[in-house]
């Protein structure tokens, strides 16, 4: 192993203020990492050469020596793999520290330690983690990783992650885990496979993934920030299974035709919503989200016709600082353009104008039927007044009776003499 690193100086200064510093923070970024037999090793460990198990040895002895809390390495480049990857990843995990952060490094599992872990907070974005991480294999079967008990924050961005039932299967132990960033992964979710996860997170990303609407079906209860943007949802059902603490839903980037309900999210207050496949946003929906209090509906290619007028009030009513809906509407007015009618195309929702009457059936009819009823009725009185009807000289007319001699009307006949 080859490898330039930040600890090699700042552990070989003999200032003591600068040491007391270390005694706090230990950053290992490597550049490049050469995975051999045989190592090269700053001097500061007092030998140039060394197996790769006295150097991880070593390394420990320094970090317990210093009081570490924190450990990251990133970057690495692996180009050789003839050594155990099981002992380089039990290193990494049973570090005595509260941070462990390896990134940008194509690591593709990590094991469980062999005793009850004091790390906090775990981060292996851009790796090359799979669903197996933290799992082992025990007589065919995988066994879940129980001594991680202390982690709060857990971060996998950009891995290779795929079944979201089976993740949280692999954390369901980890009850301490608030914060969980699976964001930019290929991960979707096989319904009804059950999902298993601990009661304590709060906090879960799920963006950037090929995620649909049954995720839903498999989220922690106790969710309060939810973020699904840039996924493949194009509604939001009315789960069984409703989040009750859910305060912030990010939905941006999606393919939602209509606002969701907030019956499944009762105590939902932000709602975001931006870049979606919104038309004409159904108003009376957010009556039954009490707790909404911020909107955020811009960049959906909006229809500028009846069915918009309800939106469009509510959005200048937002403007007002006594509004009743109280909702304020983020990008307003600026992200909210017409996609049509073509002669609106492109114009603020603020600035159209959409008449009362040409959207109400009854107001439509009454203002057809009036004028021309009206004109009609004129235009006949006009005539009869105008023009009076004159009899045709070739025609002589005489009053008659009926044969029973009780209706009078009138004989016409051409050439009658009377």
Known sequence: MQMTCDISSVL???DPQHNRRVKRSCILECVHLFLSPYILIPELFGVLYATISRFFLILLKVIKASQVISFTA???VVTSFFFSQEALYNFFISMPVESVAITDTPIIHMTCPKSQSPIRQLDFSNCAMSDTIFSSVVDDKFVECQNLRNLKNLTLVGNSLKKLEILSQRFQYMSSLQHLDLSVNSIGYDQPSPCI?????????????SLTESVFQCLPNGTQILDLQNNQISVVPQ??????NLSTLNLNANRLRDLPACDTFPTLHKLLLRSNSLHAPSVNILERCPKLHILDVSFNPFTCICTLRGFIKLAINSEKSNSQSGIELLNWPQGYYCTYPEDVRNSTLRDISIPEVSCSIGLLVVAILVPAGTLIISVVILCHFRFPPTPDPQWRCHLTTSGDGKCPCYNCSPQCTG
């Open 12 to 14: 070989g200064q003999s």
């Open 74 to 76: 990133s970057q690495a």
């Open 197 to 209: 996860w601990p009661a304590s997170i709060t906090n879960i990303n799920l963006s950037s993934n």
């Open 239 to 244: 789960s069984i299974f409703k989040l009750r």
